[in-house]
């Protein structure tokens, strides 16, 4: 009897660590104001991030392109397809760190991580410095 309990104990603790891992932000996600969707994917052994739609996606009646990008040569790039996420590792307990995520609405770079909140739920922090200080965004997965 406590061999088979044991057994039902131990199975049950790797079920557990198995649904942990299963909680990846790999897939298609929308920010808490609906203005796009993004994809997160692999890069090489790392993850990033690209705009994949965007509510409004023309401007005067073209494409959207990048047009607060610090550096001149870049504003005339498209949003969709564009790569704003980049370099983010798996950190454990189901955060990805040492990212970066790009804001084409302001042209800046910050710090950021990703953590997995439930299976189709994510906290998107970027930062300045240290992460106890930044802007905090909920996505949901929508594929």
């Known amino acids: 009897m406590k061999k088979h309990l044991l057994t039902l ?3 049950m603790l790797f079920s557990t660590c198995a649904w942990a891992q299963k909680l990846s932000p790999l897939g298609i996600w929308t920010n808490e104001e609906g203005k796009a969707r993004f994809e ?7 993850l990033c991030g690209k705009l ?19 550096e001149k040569k870049l504003r005339n790039r ?17 955060k990805w760190d040492d990212g970066t995520i790009y804001d084409p609405e302001s042209g800046k770079t910050y710090s950021c991580y990703m953590k997995m909140t439930g299976k189709d739920k994510m906290e998107v922090k970027g930062y300045i410095g240290i992460s106890l200080i930044g802007r905090t965004q909920n996505w949901t997965r929508v594929k």
């Open 40 to 46: 997160i994917y692999k890069c090489g052994d790392k």
């Open 9 to 11: 104990v131990v199975l």
């Open 52 to 70: 994949v739609t965007l509510k409004e996606p023309l401007r005067n009646g073209k494409p959207k392109v990048d047009e607060n990008n610090p």
């Open 78 to 94: 498209p949003l969709l397809g564009l790569e704003f996420m980049k370099g983010f590792e798996y950190d454990g307990d189901n």
